[in-house]
């Protein structure tokens, strides 16, 4: 990979999100059910345009029901990690999903 370019062969490749939504929660006032074309605009910007699959991992209990409707109505999977359990995560990705928000 030179300059930043990706492969050909990973530009349609079917691709996996991993969202520690404990660790990088929806934003008040931000509509959940535009998360997941938000994210799919990034990837897309980046020419990563395969299929994607969205999961969020967290402790449930604390989002909102409206926001856990609006997550579920655009396909991101929910899946419960109860409160105390650490999910591993990157700062790097964090930030980027912080970033992906304000698209």
Sequence with gaps: MAGGAIEQQYTTAKISVWWDIENCQVPKGFEPHSIAQNISSALVNMNYCGPVSISAY?????????????????????????????????????LHCMRVFDL
């Design 58 to 94: 967290g402790d449930t209990n604390g989002i909102p029901a409206s926001v856990q409707q609006g997550l579920n109505s655009t396909g991101i999977a929910l899946n419960h990690v109860p409160a105390g359990i650490y999910i591993y995560s990157s700062y790097v990705y964090l």
